[in-house]
């Protein structure tokens, strides 16, 4: 019997996860996009929620290699705010999701001893005329370090090429 993988993908990347993991696209659940965007003026969500053994992670995903960054919010606090919300969210999809996949995602990461958050971070290799001003990971990293310090005091901030080995998970694109 073939061990099937759990595969998403993300614009160009595609995020492999162990078979039977338990990885979903939040960002597409229905439960946030119908019934829980729309509260307090609007929410903003992670891309990938997934659990391991005794770890809930929150996935942001940016790939920056084709299209230049263009939002006016500081990329650390952005994710700082999806992973705010998300956590809401998920609190709400556990006791109130419409569709029992996604209510049944939310109560098994909620489960989780532990919660960690990774931005999975591409950037363009080398700097050009067109986008001089190449976004600096270890300055992304600093920054949403100290805004997520009392969910995670680890988080990170990780590229194909960087994963780390708590990451069970693999990424190509």
Excluded at 13 to 24: E, K
Excluded at 59 to 78: F, Q
Excluded at 148 to 169: F, T
């Amino acid at each position: 019997m073939a061990v099937i993988e759990r595969v998403i993908q993300e614009d160009r990347l595609t995020f492999t996860f162990p078979a039977g993991a338990l990885a979903s696209k939040y960002d597409g659940w229905l439960h946030y996009r119908n019934q829980f965007n729309g509260a307090f003026g609007g929410t903003k969500a992670v891309d990938l929620v997934y659990a391991d053994a005794d770890t809930a992670w929150l996935i942001e995903v940016k790939d920056y290699r084709v299209n230049p960054r263009t939002k006016p919010i500081d990329l650390a606090d952005e994710v700082a705010l999806k992973v705010r919300d998300t956590l809401v969210g998920l609190i709400s999809a556990r006791l109130h999701a419409n569709d029992a996949d996604e209510k049944r995602v939310a109560k098994e990461l909620m489960r989780r001893t532990r919660l960690r958050v990774a931005l999975h971070l591409e950037t363009p290799h080398s700097r050009s005329r067109l986008r001089p001003s190449a976004i600096e990971p270890d300055k992304v990293f600093q920054k949403l370090k100290q805004l997520i310090r009392s969910i995670d005091p680890h988080p990170c901030v990780v590229d194909q090429h960087s994963m780390s080995p708590a990451m069970n998970w693999a990424v190509q694109g």
